[in-house]
């Protein structure tokens, strides 16, 4: 008699892709979740006879072995060690059906099965072909297990996303596709093995993959490309991005994932934190892990790690580019739900992934997992990177001034300014909704101030009672006085692009002394990472200030001076050294960053939108400029569908309109992004989320 020999076999994709939340992947193999069974039916050459009993085999990686858990043996109905097992459902003489389990610990990716057929003392095997196991967030064994159903819904299957920008005092959305669903799961199973750590020890590194911390962590070294590890990205953040993409222009993470493998894996230039960001969250949601984006305003980066970030001027009041130490308008990093078994289980749930390359950690440009609760509670001595994320929300602001002489005083020190604002996407709507509570207690309470005290205890290794001042590399410095006076910038008028700027410097005197006060005034162009482009303003002026009198002193930045220098971020920084004459050198910094608002993108969108009929859009785009523009071309972007329109000039002030037909093929929410550029401005940024009703 023949062996007993499979000819065919179903893996019944519909059924265990709805079961599994899998039927949205693009890719044909049969994608499923650990911890949850999965049904396929086997075809034989004949009927089964007794005495054959069958069993399979699952393995995974370039060396399965049971002792690293890539390689399990199971018959029906035995519960082995290896956690898997199989069932025979009914059947018939022509066809087996089977029940397939993976345990909820199970190391993730693509694996292979067999069939294994024992007759006797005679066994032989049958490859039956592949599937791809993924994290299970509605497993209450695995790891990423989320209890809240909308929050699934949110963080492992919504395709559209938000990104939160500007600056703590204006606050931007803009859209983000992740489309995690689009032919992406191959990409991200083969960015895992590119990584060092496969490189190192590639069957270590597959046995670790069903480690949802250990999996975000490689993940974030591999976004960037920093490491020559063909990470998907490069960043850069100055300079021309001739002949490559401005990090402005990407408005999803499919189109730089599939440049990605296209490039045979070379890193894609370029991206910014967003982007590095918004990447991260498609890799990770694809696995199956919950992700969101997170966007911290006034974000620190305390390069000499001892929670003091120092900004230096010189005595007229310019900005010095001399310090490592940054604080950026805003950062955008990833928080992944998982729990932290290495931690303890009171530091489960939300832990912080970035993969913007800011610095080494352990040799290698990754940083997280850190649980955001022992960033709340100063815990910087735990894995992963929590000191440098409590420094990004948490570190002193210190302004000092630089002399000719080299020496330096410091002008103030603020405990509040970093970590404002903190922001992710609302569950289920565009709405944001503000974290800063998940990582910080309130600023200037005695908690915070408890809580910072004890972060940089275990940093110095000795008891602090108070916040340091002592100058940058530990040389004492001399602390300024109170000058006894007291200013700030105010608009006179919302700043727009390509209008001339007013501001008003509101000086008061505190005190009942009469006061002469020299005010140097500065402007520059900056990045979204406070670094300065180009100097538009400079100006002195002299102020007499009688006891407890105000005055205000008029500023005027004309766009004919900014508007060349400007970066698409947009952004000018004023300001204004006020020194009080007479008064053995005591100074007032005061200092503002103004974001020019772009003259917005109008998109008009039918009451209702029902699949699978056309629809029509109205956009609406516009020259702010006092002059015309040319080269004008608008970008319209439905899910990884984008179309190139090229348009005609505009003159000075004038607004436009087109109209934009498409068919939505499936019901649901579906973001349209619109990029707008021309000959002096670049990547004006529209988007909107259409209810596409069911037919």
């Known amino acids: 008699m023949a062996d007993l020999t499979p000819t065919h076999i179903s893996w019944q994709p519909s059924v265990n ?40 085999v699952t393995e995974i990686g370039p060396s399965p072995s049971e002792s690293h858990r890539t390689r399990a043996a199971f018959g029906l109905s035995e519960a082995g060690g290896s956690g898997w097992s199989a069932a025979q459902g009914p ?17 993730i990716g693509r694996y292979n099965l067999t069939l294994r057929v024992t007759a006797g003392n005679k066994v032989f095997s049958r490859y039956l072909g592949q599937f791809v196991l993924l994290f299970n967030p509605w497993c209450p064994g695995d790891d990423v297990y989320m209890s809240n159903e909308n929050e699934r819904q949110e963080y492992v299957l919504n395709e559209n996303g938000i990104i939160f920008v500007g600056n703590a005092r204006y606050i931007e959305a803009r859209g983000w596709y992740y489309g995690q669903f689009q032919d992406l799961l191959n ?24 480690d949802p911390k250990y999996l975000g962590r490689v993940i974030s070294s591999m976004i960037n490309g920093n490491d020559n590890d063909n990470g998907v990205l490069l960043g850069k953040w100055q300079g021309s991005f001739h002949s490559h993409e401005n990090p402005s222009r990407w408005d999803g993470s499919v189109v730089i994932l599939k440049k990605w493998r296209q490039d045979n894996y070379r890193p894609v230039q370029y991206g910014q934190c967003w982007v590095f960001a918004g990447v991260m969250c498609t890799v990770l949601r694809c696995l199956g892990i919950p992700t969101r984006l997170v966007s911290n305003f006034n974000s620190a980066h305390d390069v000499d790690r001892n929670l003091s970030i120092d900004k230096y001027y010189d005595s ?12 950026w308008d805003y950062h955008v990093w990833n928080e992944s739900w998982f729990v932290r078994p ?219 001076h900014y508007g060349k220098y400007l970066t698409t971020d947009k952004r000018i920084q004023v300001t204004a050294l006020c020194e009080v004459m007479r008064s053995q050198g005591l100074k007032l910094l005061v200092e503002k960053t103004i974001i020019l608002e772009d003259t917005n993108i109008i998109i008009k969108v039918p009451r209702r939108v029902v699949v699978n009929r056309a629809v029509s859009l109205e956009i609406s785009y516009a020259n702010p400029l006092p002059e015309p523009v040319s080269r004008c071309v608008l970008f319209v972007t439905l899910m990884n569908q984008q179309v190139k329109i090229n348009l005609a000039r505009l003159a000075p002030r004038e607004r436009s309109k087109i109209f934009f037909e498409f068919t939505p093929r499936r019901a649901g929410p579906l973001q349209l992004q619109v990029d707008f550029s021309c000959d002096k401005f670049s990547h004006v940024k529209g988007f909107v989320t259409i209810a596409v009703a069911p037919a």
């Not at 059906?97 to 610990?105: E, G, K, L, Q």
């Not at 005010?519 to 520059?524: F, L, N, P, R």
Request: aromatic share 8%; hydrophobic share 35%; proline share 5%.
């Open 187 to 210: 990409i991200c199973l083969t960015m895992l093995d590119l990584s060092l750590y496969y490189r190192q020890d590639p069957a270590m590194d597959v046995s670790r993959r069903g």
């Open 316 to 327: 007229s009041g310019r900005s010095l580019n001399i310090s490592k130490d940054s604080t």
């Open 342 to 560: 290495d931690l303890g289980r009171a530091y489960n749930g939300w832990q912080v992934l970035d993969a913007t390359p800011q610095e080494q950690s352990r040799g290698i440009f990754q940083c997280g997992p850190a649980s955001v609760l022992a960033i709340k509670e100063g815990e910087v001595n735990l894995d992963y990177d929590t000191l440098f994320v409590y420094s990004e929300v948490n570190a002193d602001c210190n302004r000092w001034i630089v002399y000719n002489d080299g020496s330096k005083k410091r002008v103030y020190c603020d405990t509040e300014i970093i970590g404002r604002s903190i922001s992710t996407k609302a569950v289920g709507s565009n709405g944001r909704v503000d974290v800063t509570a998940n990582y910080k207690y309130p600023e200037g309470s005695s908690e915070e101030r408890r809580v910072y005290r004890k972060a940089l205890s275990k940093i110095l290794g000795v008891s602090v009672t108070e916040g340091r001042t002592d100058s940058p590399g530990g040389r004492p410095s001399e602390t300024m006085r109170n000058p006894g006076i007291a200013g700030k910038f105010k608009l006179a008028e919302p700043p727009v692009f390509g209008k001339d700027i007013n501001l008003v410097l509101v000086l008061n005197n505190l005190s009942s002394d009469r006061k002469s006060i020299r005010v140097d005034m500065s402007a520059s162009t900056i990045l979204y990472t406070r670094r300065a482009v180009a100097e538009i303003l400079k100006a002195a002026t002299a102020v007499e200030l009688g006891p407890k009198q105000g005055k205000h002193i008029r500023v005027k930045i004309p766009y004919t």
């Open 17 to 56: 892709a709805a079961n599994h939340h899998t039927d949205r992947y693009a890719n044909t193999e049969l994608t499923v979740r650990r911890g949850q069974p999965f049904n396929i039916t086997l075809y034989f050459n004949r009927p089964r006879q007794n005495g054959e009993s069958l069993g399979f």
């Open 91 to 107: 059947s018939d003489s022509a066809a087996m059906n089977f029940t397939i389990s993976s345990p909820p610990n199970a190391v």
